[in-house]
């Protein structure tokens, strides 16, 4: 499977990006994604996940009220929709999937055999 994740860029804090990633290479809907982040100098991090179906989202609590992750099973294409950034929110974003089918996303990198190249976002004060 191959993920190319979109959407970064330059942004005021207070402002809005939405994040894209497109899966290709197997049956998008059947999987769990999930996004991670790295600020500079420090470990990637867990960001959001939802479920295959798209039922049931979870997020960090650093981002909790300002981001959303959704998803689009028709056009294999995961979302993250970033409000109210900050900058603290500066880092490379990645989306990722697992390699097991209908497996519940957990907030562990273990989880996840399957990376984007990442997407840049920063957040200007």
């Known amino acids: 499977v191959q993920l190319q994740a979109s959407g970064g860029g330059l942004v005021q804090a207070g402002g809005s990006l939405r994040l894209s990633c497109t899966a290709s290479?197997?049956?998008?809907?059947?999987?769990?994604m999930a996004w991670f982040r790295q600020a500079p100098g420090k470990e990637r991090m867990f960001v959001a996940a939802?479920?295959?179906?798209?039922?049931?989202?979870f997020l960090s609590d650093s981002v909790r009220g300002r981001f959303t992750i959704s998803r689009d099973n028709v056009r294999n294409t995961v979302y993250l929709q970033m409000n109210s950034l900050k900058p603290e929110d500066t880092a490379v974003y990645y989306c990722?999937?697992?390699?097991?089918?209908?497996?519940?996303?957990?907030?562990?990198?273990?989880?996840?055999?399957?990376w984007g190249q990442g997407t840049l976002v920063t957040v200007s004060s």
């Open positions: 990722a999937a697992p390699s097991r089918v209908w497996v519940l996303p957990g907030r562990s990198e273990s989880q996840y055999n399957f």
């Open positions: 939802i479920t295959w179906h798209g039922r049931n989202a």
């Open positions: 290479g197997r049956s998008f809907e059947n999987y769990a």
